[in-house]
């Protein structure tokens, strides 16, 4: 069992770019909590296509908007979720989320059990490096790889794009 005490003030924590308009601060990883709770810092830019309606079947996930609005898809429905929205979403619940507003929005993404759920931003930050455009079999494939799973085999959900 490892449970590591740290503090991390405003602006520390290791950061993934993703594509050109998303940053995923790690606040707490599974290797820090025994795997009992990932905390990441989601900041999206203007336009940042998020992530498309999907699931997850071993991991409740969390989100807690900080500022901005954030988009959010929830088991078929779409709502604008303003600063101070808190959303859970159990195993096995589509979910979603994007900002196709005017404005930067930060969220906190809460993940237990973790599973090392830091290493599937890691993927996806290094696909998507150098201004590199994945193919869907990537994307799908490290998606499988930590456990999530899109709502369509080729990832066309409406109105949902990429980073």
């Given at each position: 069992m490892t449970q590591l005490p740290k503090i991390l003030l405003p602006g520390e924590g290791e950061a993934v770019e993703i594509g050109?308009?998303?940053?995923t601060t790690f606040k707490a990883v599974g290797d820090w909590t025994d795997n009992r709770l990932g905390l990441f810092e989601h900041r999206m830019d203007p336009g940042a296509p998020g992530a498309s309606p999907h699931i997850h079947k071993e991991q409740l996930e969390?989100?807690?908007v900080l500022h901005g609005n954030v988009e959010l898809h929830l088991d078929g429905k779409?709502?604008?979720a303003p600063p101070g929205t808190f959303v859970n979403?159990?195993?096995?619940?589509?979910?979603?989320f994007r900002n196709p507003y005017e404005d930067q929005a930060t969220m906190l993404i809460v993940f237990t059990p973790?599973?090392?759920r830091e290493e599937y931003f890691r993927g996806l930050a290094a696909l998507y490096a150098d201004g590199n455009r994945p193919t869907e079999d990537e994307l799908l494939d490290l998606m499988q790889r930590y456990d999530q799973?899109?709502?369509?085999i080729d990832g066309?959900?409406?109105?949902w794009g990429r980073h």
């Open positions: 050109t308009t998303t940053q969390a989100f807690y779409t709502f604008t979403v159990p195993e096995n619940m589509s979910h979603g973790a599973i090392n799973y899109e709502l369509t066309t959900v409406p109105g």
